[in-house]
């Protein structure tokens, strides 16, 4: 049953990974969205204070070595495909075979190669250009604070649902045609600039097409905080994009393989248009997370995949039609096959209303715990024990923050570490964020485990630190840095925290420490989607204490 389900969402999340890849969250720190007034418990955090108001014994080099590099590959993987998905446009395609014969007419097969292959690498510079002025104009810090950031979340919000306007038929997104008839013109010219300004012509014909899966990829770039997020991404769009240029004029003869033009072109726009409608909801599921407005929950973000999803199977079987769309007098096979998987994804979206995990798509959805009907942990909890209530009343901000899998999390450093002094337990301390993506595939995947959920339930302390979240700090439990800034909100506290203790700034990030000595019990870790691994590092952690 497993293998069918994954081969049934296999396709189809490979065409979602080219708009939503899996990333890590990045901690920041600028920018209020909202004044969000809160009440909260005035407890003394000297612990944190002093931590934050104390220089460091060595210089602070965040640990997202591996992380970034896992990052900067997923970005290049989904602007490949990003690229594979361009190349079938309206825009595109139709121009392949011409620009191709343009190449081999009258030349000899090796000149040809060569003069596509500089072609090629035209349009590699000129996107990968484009991605290098996204970082310079916005700068590295800047591209940090995109993730979490409430206003450019409900922007790119608002972007991607335009795009998908664009994509589904409602208008076209054109450049001044003055652009494309003096690129053009320069395209006449012999030699080096003319295949450069052949390059530029086809990035701004193809604009209309292109500029959809171009914004939407370095909107994710870029929100992945990573300085060559954007280039990265360029880079594998281009690369996809200039590929069969070089290889049809090194191998003319298979373009006669080719599929025709025809109306299926505008069947691969709109079905990319439903799939940005669908990814669109997660920047709104971010906003909504981090300031608490509290009405974009699971079970509404999937009643609307449901049904974008519903729909697009639908208009794959031929029975909706857009403006644009020609008849379908019949289905082809692949068209088929593309179907039946997206009703089957759509069906499989379904039991989630009632709290099915949806392991699949766990990382893209809402927090378990923002579903109000959930059967599953229910059943999961049953006969474990996780009260919220303590000898000393409620949790500190537990009137904003809900702990997956109802396990008895603590919001607050430095009450965590004195509850784990009491009980003589080590402290699983969990820096996460609402935006972070790796955080909500961990608790969805892996924490379910039942001998994971035993050692944190039980064997643990959880400390919960959300390091992008937005709530104003009371006065009493704000800090200030030994740089003069001033931590005023829940998110930069706890992100200070982990930088300047852990050295570290990526999320989900872990941490087993000792809480008499707050000394690591082990080195920490970040997403292992390994239930097994997961396990033999909480286990190390409770040897070390022992």
Known sequence: MMLLKRSCLTTLLCCMFAFGYAQDSLATDDLVFTEIKTDTVATATDSVAKISSEPVDKPIKPAVEKQGEN???????????????????????????????????????????????????????IYVVLGLLVTVIFGADALNSLSTNGIFN??????????????????????PSSWVNKMDANSDKGGLAGLFFMAGTLALVSFSCTGPIIGTLLVQAATTGALLGPATGMFGFSLALAIPFALFALFPSAMNKLPKSGGWLNSVKVVLGFLELAFALKFLSNVDLAYHWEWF??????????????SMGIYLFG????????????????????????????????????????????????????QDFDLYTQILTSGVTTAREEPGGVHKYADKFHAPLKLNAYFDYQEGLQEAKRVN??????????ACVNCRKMEANVWPDKEVYRLISQEYILIQLYVDDKSELSEADRVTTPEGKILNTIGKKWSDLQTRKFQSNSQPYYVLLNPNTEEKLVAPQGADYDPINYKKFLQSGLDAFR
């Open 154 to 175: 409900f922007f790119f919000f608002l972007l991607l649902v335009l795009f998908a306007a664009s994509f589904l038929g409602a208008f076209e997104i054109t450049l």
């Open 297 to 310: 929950d699971r079970e509404l973000f999937l009643s609307l995949w449901i049904v974008i999803f519903g």
């Open 71 to 125: 990052t900067l590959t997923g970005i290049f993987i989904a602007g490949f495909i990003g690229g594979l998905a361009a190349l079938l446009m309206p825009c595109i395609f139709p121009m392949l075979p011409l620009t191709v014969s343009f190449f081999t007419k009258g030349a000899e097969k090796g000149k040809a190669f060569q003069r596509a292959a500089l072609y090629g690498f035209f349009i590699i510079v």
């Open 425 to 434: 337990k080590p402290v699983l301390i969990d820096f996460t964020g609402h």
């Open 319 to 370: 029975k909706l039609r857009f403006a644009h769309d020609s008849t379908v007098a019949y289905l082809s096979v692949p068209r088929l096959f593309l179907a039946a998987i997206v009703m089957a994804f759509t069906i499989y979206l379904i039991p989630g209303l009632w709290g099915a995990p949806l392991k699949s798509v766990s990382a893209f959805l809402p927090p378990q715990e923002t």
